[in-house]
């Protein structure tokens, strides 16, 4: 519901503050005082576009605010996905600069303006006399349907059974698109496995084989090398370990001598130790060194084909070789459990396409089990608002399953005695089409989440009783919901439980528009002067009070 709505520096508005009724409203005034202008105002409020025109004061910023009940609308989990500040008065607020720089706000939080129109239709439910377009679309009249049917539990069955089946389609499409590829890489994926599988490649054999092939190519100089050294060592005429044995003992006979010497000997003792550790290492290397050509050219013809894999596959390690000879192995694996895969895929599908076919049809046997009850409904309505001859069929034709289901449904009407009911678009005139909306409006109150209506000169193109039968209908609706109708009918505006007065202010340079809420007194004036013009007759105000009192 809104509490309050409040606009500064919009077209002809410099400051404009309204708090409507809970119940209904009533908004009169002369044609171009700004009535329309405050109905572009809320249309901003709830998510349509701007441009620096609508200001006022072009150095100035506009502001449109409204203060919402939104308590009982359901929308805490709207607010938890839009990730906004939840609270049961809502404040949505929207800033145009002079640059044309547009910004919006819910609960001082900043919003996209996609996700204030739809927070927007949550909150308000805007009709006029030109507003057809929306009623003449299929989806829309769907909608009605599914809200008049009371069919809410089978759309949401039907949607999520829905959901799994285009999910279970896009898997099985993606699934065959795969095996097309698969199949036609297949016999390239099995030579490229069995090239790289022939190879039995290990993590770190290249560093192995490099180091092996370096040892094989150089086995006889190294050989020699070792064993030069050995006898350098140990050899019988200029062994080195001849000499640094008459080294140690006459480091042994200094330390007797002297305690000073003592860490002299030892430093010899302990590298004494390493260089005869170093002599049996280098014998251990040199009994494992083998000149072995056979050995040498199987490691070079190993090491040759690792390359050339490498290079084929753009990898420089083995490491890399063993990954994609893996996903080669997964590659193969696939294809050659396609058949299982594309079996499994399918029968998934099948069983998702049947339960989309069986909630399709629950919720099409629940829409069709209403169409006759709505179009009686409305028949009787429309009667009641002066077209005695309308006619109202819902004609339905299956389709293959949608977002919505298996049905499309279009509207037919004719407000002729003798004519045949056509398309929305082809037949009714804007004062049919009116008292249309407005049947509809009435009929689906009660059923649909409608926290405020706001009629603009709906009841154009009617009068006497029938003006009379459709304020009556608006009282109604006001019982559950909130009402805000713009009317130039007196009859209309005397029966609101407020009353607002949209006038034109000349006294400053520029014209502005101005509302304000009337008294009694003042109500009467203003129905008096809607009867009989700007100067009312003794009679045209007793009707006025006639109208009020009844």
Same mark, same amino acid.
């Given at each position: 519901?809104?509490?309050?709505?409040?606009?500064?520096?919009?077209?002809?508005?410099?400051?404009?503050?309204?708090?409507?009724?809970?119940?209904?409203?009533?908004?009169?005034?002369?044609?171009?005082?700004?009535?329309?202008?405050?109905?572009?105002?809320?249309?901003?409020?709830?998510?349509?576009?701007?441009?620096?025109?609508?200001?006022?004061?072009?150095?100035?910023?506009?502001?449109?605010?409204?203060?919402?009940?939104?308590?009982?609308?359901?929308?805490?989990?709207?607010?938890?996905?839009?990730?906004?500040?939840?609270?049961?008065?809502?404040?949505?607020?929207?800033?145009?600069?002079?640059?044309?720089?547009?910004?919006?706000?819910?609960?001082?939080?900043?919003?996209?303006?996609?996700?204030?129109?739809?927070?927007?239709?949550?909150?308000?439910?805007?009709?006029?006399?030109?507003?057809?377009?929306?009623?003449?679309?299929?989806?829309?009249?769907?909608?009605?349907?599914?809200?008049?049917?009371?069919?809410?539990?089978?759309?949401?069955?039907?949607?999520?059974?829905?959901?799994?089946?285009?999910?279970?389609?896009?898997?099985?499409?993606?699934?065959?698109?795969?095996?097309?590829?698969?199949?036609?890489?297949?016999?390239?994926?099995?030579?490229?496995?069995?090239?790289?599988?022939?190879?039995?490649?290990?993590?770190?054999?290249?560093?192995?084989?490099?180091?092996?092939?370096?040892?094989?190519?150089?086995?006889?100089?190294?050989?020699?090398?070792?064993?030069?050294?050995?006898?350098?060592?140990?050899?019988?005429?200029?062994?080195?370990?001849?000499?640094?044995?008459?080294?140690?003992?006459?480091?042994?006979?200094?330390?007797?001598?002297?305690?000073?010497?003592?860490?002299?000997?030892?430093?010899?003792?302990?590298?004494?130790?390493?260089?005869?550790?170093?002599?049996?290492?280098?014998?251990?290397?040199?009994?494992?060194?083998?000149?072995?050509?056979?050995?040498?050219?199987?490691?070079?013809?190993?090491?040759?084909?690792?390359?050339?894999?490498?290079?084929?596959?753009?990898?420089?390690?083995?490491?890399?070789?063993?990954?994609?000879?893996?996903?080669?192995?997964?590659?193969?694996?696939?294809?050659?459990?396609? !058949?299982?895969?594309?079996?499994?895929?399918?029968?998934?599908?099948?069983?998702?396409?049947?339960?989309?076919?069986?909630?399709?049809?629950?919720?099409?046997?629940?829409?069709?089990?209403?169409?006759?009850?709505?179009?009686?409904?409305?028949?009787?309505?429309?009667?009641?608002?002066?077209?005695?001859?309308?006619?109202?069929?819902? !004609?339905?034709?299956?389709?293959?399953?949608?977002?919505?289901?298996?049905?499309?449904?279009?509207?037919?009407?004719?407000?002729?005695?003798?004519?045949?009911?056509?398309?929305?678009?082809?037949?009714?005139?804007?004062?049919?089409?009116?008292?249309?909306?407005?049947?509809?409006?009435?009929?689906?109150?009660?059923?649909?989440?409608?926290?405020?209506?706001?009629? !603009?000169?709906?009841?154009?193109?009617?009068?006497?009783?029938?003006?009379?039968?459709?304020?009556?209908?608006?009282?109604?609706?006001?019982?559950?919901?909130?009402?805000?109708?713009?009317?130039?009918?007196?009859?209309?505006?005397?029966?609101?439980?407020?009353?607002?007065?949209?006038?034109?202010?000349?006294?400053?340079?520029?014209?502005?528009?101005?509302?304000?809420?009337?008294?009694?007194?003042?109500?009467?004036?203003?129905?008096?002067?809607?009867?009989?013009?700007?100067?009312?007759?003794?009679?045209?105000?007793?009707?006025?009070?006639?109208?009020?009192?009844?």
């Amino acid at each position: 519901m809104l509490k309050s709505l409040s606009i500064s520096n919009y077209a002809l508005i410099d400051q404009l503050h309204m708090q409507p009724s809970p119940a209904l409203s009533m908004i009169t005034g002369e044609t171009g005082a700004g009535k329309s202008i405050m109905l572009g105002a809320v249309g901003l409020l709830l998510g349509n576009r701007a441009d620096t025109k609508v200001l006022l004061h072009e150095d100035q910023k506009c502001i449109i605010e409204g203060i919402f009940e939104i308590g009982n609308y359901g929308l805490k989990a709207f607010f938890e996905s839009e990730e906004l500040d939840y609270d049961q008065t809502c404040i949505i607020r929207r800033e145009i600069s002079p640059s044309g720089k547009s910004r919006s706000f819910v609960n001082d939080t900043p919003v996209l303006l996609d996700r204030l129109k739809v927070l927007g239709a949550r909150l308000m439910d805007i009709h006029s006399q030109h507003d057809t377009l929306q009623l003449a679309e299929g989806q829309y009249q769907l909608g009605l349907i599914d809200a008049f049917s009371q069919s809410t539990a089978e759309l949401e069955a039907y949607q999520t059974a829905y959901k799994t089946y285009k999910k279970e389609l896009k898997s099985f499409e993606q699934l065959k698109a795969k095996a097309l590829d698969l199949q036609k890489e297949a016999d390239f994926n099995q030579f490229q496995l069995d090239e790289l599988s022939v190879l039995a490649l290990q993590n770190g054999e290249q560093e192995e084989l490099e180091s092996s092939q370096e040892i094989l190519e150089n086995a006889e100089e190294i050989k020699l090398k070792i064993n030069e050294v050995i006898d350098l060592f140990e050899g019988e005429q200029i062994g080195i370990f001849q000499g640094l044995g008459q080294i140690q003992q006459s480091l042994q006979q200094l330390s007797r001598l002297a305690h000073k010497f003592q860490p002299y000997q030892e430093r010899f003792q302990a590298a004494w130790i390493e260089l005869k550790d170093l002599l049996e290492t280098l014998g251990d290397e040199d009994s494992q060194v083998e000149v072995d050509f056979e050995k040498l050219e199987e490691t070079r013809d190993r090491l040759s084909k690792i390359y050339q894999l490498q290079k084929k596959h753009g990898v420089n390690s083995v490491e890399g070789l063993i990954q994609i000879e893996q996903d080669l192995a997964d590659k193969v694996f696939q294809f050659q459990n396609l !058949d299982e895969s594309l079996d499994k895929a399918e029968k998934q599908l099948r069983e998702a396409e049947k339960s989309v076919r069986e909630k399709a049809e629950k919720l099409s046997k629940r829409r069709n089990a209403s169409f006759s009850s709505f179009e009686k409904s409305l028949k009787e309505l429309l009667i009641g608002l002066g077209m005695e001859n309308a006619q109202v069929k819902i !004609d339905r034709k299956e389709i293959p399953a949608s977002s919505s289901g298996i049905d499309e449904i279009e509207f037919l009407f004719t407000a002729n005695k003798g004519s045949q009911p056509q398309p929305l678009k082809k037949v009714a005139s804007g004062g049919e089409f009116s008292r249309l909306l407005f049947a509809i409006k009435y009929l689906m109150a009660d059923k649909m989440a409608l926290p405020t209506l706001i009629f !603009d000169e709906i009841d154009t193109g009617i009068s006497g009783e029938v003006a009379l039968q459709m304020v009556r209908m608006m009282k109604e609706i006001a019982r559950q919901h909130q009402v805000i109708c713009i009317t130039h009918l007196p009859q209309v505006a005397a029966k609101g439980d407020l009353h607002y007065f949209v006038y034109k202010d000349n006294a400053s340079e520029k014209t502005i528009s101005k509302i304000k809420q009337l008294s009694e007194s003042e109500r009467i004036d203003e129905l008096a002067k809607m009867i009989a013009g700007a100067k009312p007759s003794a009679s045209a105000l007793a009707s006025a009070r006639e109208l009020l009192a009844s």
